[in-house]
């Protein structure tokens, strides 16, 4: 079955950088459309960043211009680079692959990583 497991999380001063990974098992990753996630408490889930299979960024206006997502399909990884972050990004930050195989949809979650961001 396929797993996805979050790394990287912490707690950095304003400013800082932190450098997310997401790895995942039991298949293969580039077959999969990936994107970065964050709640924080009191606050709906949010899109931050999305990586398709062929490669195209999105991000989210907040998060544009500072943070970075990335793939390895080699090594079946991605990354969320977060630079000069603020106290707002403060958040659970989870990571999600998405198939679509003809009419059929797979979706799959990581259990979530806690970044904290001081001032």
């Known amino acids: 079955q396929v797993q996805l497991v979050e790394s990287g999380g912490g707690l950095v001063q304003s400013g800082g950088s932190l450098r997310l990974s997401c790895a995942v098992t039991g298949s293969t990753l580039s077959i999969y459309d990936m994107g970065w996630y964050r709640q924080a408490p009191g606050k709906q889930r949010e899109l931050v960043a999305v990586i398709t299979s062929g490669g195209s960024t999105n991000y989210a206006n907040s998060v544009k211009g500072r943070f970075t997502i990335s793939r390895d399909n080699a090594k079946n990884l991605v990354y969320l680079q977060m630079n000069s972050l603020k106290p707002e990004d403060t958040a659970v930050y989870f990571c999600?692959?998405?198939?679509?195989?003809?009419?059929?949809?797979?979706?799959?979650w990581g259990q979530g990583t806690q970044v904290t961001v001081s001032s």
């Open positions: 999600n692959a998405v198939r679509n195989s003809g009419t059929l949809k797979y979706s799959h």
